[in-house]
């Protein structure tokens, strides 16, 4: 079959499930998180048997393409809506006490279906090779997301947080435009293909094709939060309703990489602009490098924590993609492999580390690392896998952290023997050090600290997890760990 | 199929553990089975005696680059996975048996885990796997030394050691990548060792650029051998450590670095040792030597000046290391052969110190040494059991430490000075310097004894004896150095075939 | 007719306007204003490059259908911004960006 | 297995047997030791008339280019020293019966000397300088622990610790020496290094330092000036102890080692030259020191010292010329037979004072004795001949054997040979002033007045040394044990007369003047405080020790704990955690300021790109 169909398939499912919503009784309303989930494995599982994968990249009518990794994002996209549903189901009373209160009506379908729309638009852009159906679908994933963040609305932190996210968000969205503008106007085209054979042919401004390319970068060093524009990521992580964050964390930033990989690599395959490209590209790289290591040390909110720790990750994703445009001269994974790779595993660990955490905010109301005090002894399991989503994050090996953050190093050390940039890897190299210190701290608060020593509302007591969650949880602490021995599954979905 | 069952009977142990079984049951039968596997291999490796890798098994995981989840031993790796069973076993016989408090599991699980980790690495054919399973210990150290470990500082120092191992590793990190990255050939990456060291022998690479490498891998393993001035974490981690925490590390993962630097920085950077990092410049061969100097003169200097038992034993392993590093820098098959002799020797005699030393602990209120005094009347077999522990940690003869000491001592002079080669070089220089260390050992040690266990006593202390158990893990470690040491071609033999050294 | 840098120049000057309206302007209400100012701006340019551009005497589409989902998307932007400033203004009867700042550091 | 490898064996396995368990019983304990001594003495004595050099070797490391042996060989001067090491062991065991019977820790007394005669047997025998090295050290450890037996006292401790220390600074030395003969030569094994010196093609200077750094371990073992620092504190030890390795054995050996390597001295003529007067002043500097000591074994001790310079000195001479023929062995020959001559009559010395001590139960002070002649008779004629041989009395063994040492600074440089003449005097006036006080004269102290003689066990030793103090030098004696068909020793070669009148006479003064200056004192009447404090050589090492290494060790921890550990290590944490506070601050919160931020980045970027075009 097609694969547009999938894409077809999910909005019909988000369109159903808010129709549940409507008309279904109450009764059922609840069941509307696991008929999307459902409906979200049932696509995975057409994806994989039934579209994947041709032989040749397909090609519908020029602005939809289905190739391996396209196939590999759309997987992402299912995957991480998915869980973040389940997610959704366990911190259902928490959205609950901030929502319904004034409107006892509305249910949460919405906060079901929306993420489903935003797969659907995160799948779409998987297939998207022209600068048109990127900035389309891109916008429909914004879109939803703003929506998202803002979605607890008795809850002024979830309200500044979508403000917040909105007004940048749109500010990024204007430079991204005007960008393309200029971009379309150096190379006459929004053919992503098209607009590399232009530049590297050479009959162009280089400094109008430069300028292109820097507002570009800044719509999506946004997206990706990349240093200097990550300035909204911790405000939005931390007020948006936990499980969008989880999904911010994961499907905004994939969102990003996909697109910035293939609109940096006509300027990175121009020879005439490559120089002034990778520059900015590893000033950027160091400065988010920089920024998200360091800042998180201080922090004691988990999802702040984790907000400054995504902006890490983007800084080491970074360092990957100067080389997407030569990947055959690396030693390892290419560029664009090594970044994929890295995508599902950070989706792998990120969302097992925000499901514990929502289990926890849900039980004990505790956003901060006191909450996670005294987690090995109310539920071992739960611990455990924090330490292995931790862990994962930061890099130890025998996890798919460390493989992922290893093909990154890869390409950077490679790089910098070619280029002389050792400045990158000396950054990575501390911020990664760092990087064990913020993140053991959370192993430290589940493991040494005792609960009930700040006197923190949970106790002792041991915490509830649905049985749903239950197998999600053990399911990603195996994927992790197991992807952490055997990566070959990942890299050859990836080809 | 063996060598797999030793690698991963602790890491499935551990699960076991994790999953309810019974904790200190099942780390002894794991701990135990592995000591006799592990005795198993070094004896087979010994008796083929030919130097090339033994209980092969390999599972490529990737094709391109190509990684390979494969073990095997040759010589070297026999003896450091002799070492890690016997220390590993004795780890955990002398864990508590019942903690108080909660993760009774943790002790034996974070024991089996670095065992495993240890293992792994030692066994590995594949640079990645190589690396990967030495980073096992990471986190279980971490835990213990922040749940059970002693002093004021633990936390402190479990925050100093992991971020600072973890940094050294990502250097080392790095340096593998840039290596293995210059060594492969276009569209062929291998991560497998002994490709790699052939390719290496092509000689593809510039010296130059192998220098550059070889100094960030100095400085990455360096790190995790505590080389001057990367040293600075090892000392109140061991001191903080719980026992058997402290044993393995000290005795078994700081081997790490020494055997990187035996397994791939010299094989695949054959000239990089010797090479000017400028023109005209340092060599990394002048550096080490430097280093090694700063381990064992300015580090023993350190080590004197300690007045905490415990961390005077942990000075003394950092000091110590500029032995083995030493005899690696001879470059040749005795050096080599006296520095891996040196790894197991040392392994044994710092994991003993260190069970003595959380005996001791478990029984007097203090470890500061100027307070204590005497205790050889109160505690014979304890003063003597210690008593041996500190003459083989100085390099007594008869003891393992001594003969791999003098071995790498009669290396560096091997051929140096006969026929036209009449004069000092840098090696030698460094060696005469590296002697002094010996009585510099002797002094702290020395002090340390009699200040614990000699003269009048200090405070009216009655600690109890040590347990038999404890007296049996000791008399076990120290019959293994006395054996080793009498006869060190038990070690010698089984390393020397293996000995394939660059040039 | 005027030159393409003519119309470039308009367009960039809108565009700073707009920025310069979201970087000092403090109600949300009018930062929204110039943000779509901004996307104008844009517009401006993609017609201007796709008028120049143009072989024959006709434009490059391609650049309109952009404008066009440009257009579609600020409309989208809107409604969704507008309910969560009204849902803003419910809860904090503001709609002062100096009032939003319960999370920081 | 060879009658030289059970020798050498039988005591490790007696030591082995006690430590395992026979401990539980000290009674079997000695009897275990002392049956070990006496099987090895008996075994040893048919060695003596043996010609076979080589007694079997094995490898006992072998790694690359690297070998090491452990090989025996029971040639030449081995012969005669495994016949003083077993000898004068079996009596000192025999004598520690009695001397030890109630001690509570007796079954490590006598594991200790056990593992002290493997130790020592190892370097009597070993053929090469690694094996030499290794017994060395374990010599070492024996001492160690037999100093420090009652470990429980501060000064026995503080004795054993600064003897080991002393030795493993004179050790490192060694192993210099060691490794660079090794390094030039390719092998230590004794007669392979002759063979390679006799080819020729050696670099003469690398020769002398090795033989100057070879010398240091004979200066720690035989605690020649300035390493002589130990030996005197030694003395905390059992006495038993003390006239087996602290006189006769353990301190010979390096003197046995030097005689050993005679044939690089002869080589390295520098380093010779060093070797002499090092021994010629310790055999000065210990003489004057030990005319006013008050200890009776520091006197001992000190003599034991002043003794030993003798025997390096002669050694030293091996490098000599004389009449256009090296001296070489006959050097070594002469310091050997200084070595075993002492060896008998100063474990008789020692022996006896220990019986003395036992008797005046601990005293140690000979101020607090006197008048012992009465009440231990057997004791004070023994103790008597050891003097009468000490001071170097006609016919009795010290004479020969100090003559022959002299003989050879007679021949070659008449600086030395005054230096060891005015100590000959000065040997004879300490000792008889030992003599008069301890002997003559009236009991002045508690100990002393109720002592008795010693029990038959203590004594028998004594008298067995006696005979062998007196008959040790004659002709047929040495011939036995330093090989009659040797080079011999050394004699006179001009000035016979002469050179006999001045040693005797001096001897003859000497006691002269002992005994009218120190006849019926109640106390010490011509106190020299700097010679009774040593000169003040431990205090100047105490400062040595404090300056040197205490406190630039606490310089190098301070260093560690400021510098590496405080700005290098926790100063990058610091550093990084304070950055990211600072990073922390740009996160203001307001929307306004986010804004800006963003701004700025903007023109961030775009100044970033466009300045990089050229």
Known sequence: MPAYLLEIFVVLLGLAMLGMEAFAGRGSRATIGLVGVAGLGLTFALLLFAVCCPEEGLSYWGIYHFDRPAAFYKGIALLSTMLVLVMAREFAPVLKRYTSQAEAHAGLGEFYSLPVFVCAGLMWMASAKDLITIFVSLEVVTMGFYVLVAYMRRNVGSLEAGVKYLILGALSTGFLVYGIAWVYGVTGEFELA??????????????????????????????????????????????APMPVTAFLSVGSKAAGFIVLLRVAEPFLGAPAINGPVVLLLAVLTCATLIYGN???????????????????????????????AGGGEIAGPGGGQAISFYLAGYLLMTLLCFTVLTVVRA??????????????????????????????????????????????????????????????????????AAGFYYYFKIIRAMYWDDAGADGDPGGDAALQLGGLTRVAVVLLVLAVLFFGIYPAPILGLLG | MTLLLIIFLPIIAAAAIGLGAPARLAALLASGANLFLGLVVALVVALKGDGEMHFESARQLLDSPELTLGFGVDGISATLVLLTVIVTFCAVLVSPARV????????????????????????????????????????????????????RDRVATAWKITIYLGAGSLVLLAGLIALYASLSPAGGATFDIAKLTELAAGGEVEPGVQAWIFLVLLIGFGTLVSLFPFHSWAAPAYAAAPTPVAMLHAGVLKKFGLYGMMRVAFPMLPEGFREPLWAGGWTPEDILLVLLLGNILYVGLVTISQRYLDRMLGASSVMHMGYAFLGIACLNAAGWGGAVFMMFAHGISIALLFALCGALRGRLDTLEMSRLGGLGARVPVTATLFAFAAFASLGLPGFANFASEITIFFAAFEGALGGDAAGLGGLQVATVLALWGVVISAVYMLRAYRNIFQGELGGDRRPDEVSPLERGVAVLMIAVLLLTGFFPNLILNLVGPALGLPH | MPSLNEYLMVSGLLFAIGLAGVLFRRNIIVIFMCLEIMLSA???????FSRFSGQGGLPDYDAQVLVFFVITVAAAEVAVGLAIIVALFRARRTVHVEDLTSMRG | MTTAFLILLL???????????????????????????GLCFLLALPLLGADNDAAGSFTWLAVGGLRLEIGLEVGGLARGMLLVVTLVGLLVHVFSMGYMRDDEAKARYFAGLSLFMFSMTGIVLADNLAMMFIFWELVGVSSYLLIGHWFQKNSAAEASKKAFLVNRIGDFGFMIGILLLWGSLGTVNFGEMAGRLSEGGYDATLMNWAMVCIFCGAVGKSAQVPLHVWLPDAMEGPTPVSALIHAATMVAAGVFMLAKMAFVIAVAPTAAGVVQHVGALTALLAALLATQQADIKKILAYSTLSQLGYMVMAVGFAGAQHGGAAVGEVAANSGFFHLYTHAFFKALLFLGSGAIIYACHHEQDIWKMGGLRRSMPATAATFLIGTAALAGLPPLSGFWSKDSVLALAWDNNPLLFAVGAFTAFLTAFYMTRLCVVVFFGEPRG????GAKEVAPVMLAPLYVLAAGAVVAGFPFAYGWFIGGGGAGIAHPHGGKALFLTILIGLALAGIAAGYLLYRDREEEPFPLKALADKLYIDEAYLVV?????????????????????????????????????LLRGMQVGNLQGYAFLFGLGVVFVIYIITTAVR
């Not at chain 1, 400054?308 to 997407?324: D, N, Q």
């Not at chain 4, 490790?12 to 019983?25: C, D, F, P, Q």
Request: net charge positive.
């Open chain 4, 11 to 37: 005591p490790l396995v007696s030591a082995l047997a006690i430590l395992l368990g026979v401990k539980r019983n000290p009674g079997a304990s000695a009897l275990v030791s002392v049956g070990s001594a």
């Open chain 1, 294 to 324: 360091l800042g998180a040390i201080p922090q004691t909110n988990v999802k702040r924590l984790l907000a400054y720790s995504s902006i890490a990750h983007a800084g080491f994703l970074l360092m990957a993609l100067p080389s997407v």
């Open chain 1, 194 to 239: 098209a607009i590399g054979e232009v530049l590297a042919g050479g009959a162009y401004s280089e400094r109008a094709a430069l300028f292109a390319f820097a507002l570009v970068a800044v719509g999506l060093g946004f997206k990706i939060a990349a240093v200097p524009f990550q300035i909204w990521v911790p405000d939005v992580y931390q007020g």
């Open chain 2, 100 to 151: 108080a408090g909660r993760g009774e599991g943790l002790y034996y699980i974070s024991s089996l885990l670095i065992a495993a980790g240890a293992l792994g690495a030692f066994c590995a054919t594949d640079l990645f796997f190589f690396y990967a399973f030495h980073e096992l210990a990471l986190i279980p150290t971490f835990l213990m030394i922040g749940l059970h470990g002693h002093g």
């Open chain 3, 42 to 48: 844009a517009n401006l340019s993609l017609v201007a």
């Open chain 4, 446 to 449: 508690g100990g002393a007045r």
């Open chain 1, 363 to 432: 039980g004990t109301g505790a956003e901060d690392l006191g909450g996670l005090a005294g987690l090995a002894k109310r539920s071992p399991l739960l611990a455990f896998a924090m330490l292995v989503g931790v862990a994962s994050l930061a890099g130890v090996p025998l996890t798919v952290g460390f493989f992922g953050k290893f093909f990154l190093f890869n390409i950077a050390v490679q790089e910098a023997m070619r280029s002389g940039l050792w400045i990158v890897v000396s950054v990575a190299v501390l911020g990664a």
């Open chain 4, 545 to 581: 020790v404090r300056v040197f290494q205490d406190a630039v060790a606490y310089v190098a921890k301070s260093v560690d704990q400021l510098l590496i550990d405080g700005l290098l290590v926790r100063g990058s944490a610091r550093l990084a955690a304070g950055v990211g506070g």
